[in-house]
């Protein structure tokens, strides 16, 4: 998967709970996504961040948050505010220079909301 | 709103015959597109990719066309193969910004 960890691979939580989702890479790439993908369905964008201490909401943030302290690193919190929680979450990164603008991908975690 | 779209929701193709699949796109200022292949359960993988000033680009088995003048993108599979079953996403990427726009997806099925 490219030099990006995602954990857990599967994860279960109880309503009004948050959540935290682990997304690493080794690549050294500086800019870094999170995706929604319900069954059946593209990709959508919940933030993303191109430099550390910086993000930038996607185009369904509402319900989320994250964080980009270190390079490497770009964890996302589920919030109870988030009324559809239930999906499988994608992290990917990228590089912003040189040729082309390729995102890299984990291999997903699968939330489910009990 | 301005998307990305995919002609085809299921593909099925004989094992061996190539496998054409089509994405249209509705913003005349993306200058890079790419295609992704999502096996069940995993994450996108990289197949290709192409930039807004070339009509064409080869890869090993896999061919993608470009043509700006009716934002239609496709890509060519040849031969193809049982591990080509997946789902397979186009993205476009909005010339200066940050990030990709995908698709909704085509699931391609092949049978022997």
């Known amino acids: 998967d490219g030099g990006i960890t995602q954990s857990p691979k599967y994860l279960f939580r109880k309503e009004g709970q948050n959540v935290t989702l682990s997304c690493e890479q080794n690549?050294?790439?500086?800019?870094m996504y999170w995706y929604r993908q319900d069954p059946g369905q593209g990709l959508r964008l919940i933030y993303y961040?191109?430099?550390?201490?910086?993000?930038q909401k996607g185009d369904i943030a509402e319900g989320y948050s994250v964080s980009r302290e270190k390079k490497e690193s770009f964890p996302l919190t589920v919030t109870s505010a988030q009324k559809n929680p239930t999906a499988f979450y994608l992290c990917?990164?990228?590089?912003?220079?040189?040729?082309?603008?390729?995102?890299?991908f984990g291999p997903g975690t699968r939330l489910t909301v009990l | 709103g301005e998307s990305v779209g995919l002609h085809l929701p299921t593909l099925s193709v004989q094992e061996g015959d190539n496998s054409i699949i089509n994405c249209a796109y509705s913003n005349s200022a993306s200058d890079y597109f790419i295609w992704y292949k999502q096996e069940s359960g995993k994450g996108p993988q990289f197949i290709i990719d192409?930039?807004?000033?070339?009509d064409k680009r080869q890869g090993q088995r896999v061919t993608v066309l470009l043509n700006k003048t009716v934002k239609h993108l496709s890509l060519q599979i040849a031969a193809t193969q049982p591990g080509d079953s997946a789902v397979y996403f186009c993205a476009e990427r909005r010339a200066g910004a940050g990030k990709l726009i995908f698709g909704a997806g085509t699931r391609l099925a092949v049978h022997p």
């Open positions: 690549l050294n790439h500086d800019a």
């Open positions: 990917a990164s990228s590089t912003l220079s040189g040729v082309g603008y390729e995102q890299f």
């Open positions: 961040s191109q430099i550390v201490n910086d993000f």
């Open positions: 192409i930039r807004s000033n070339m």
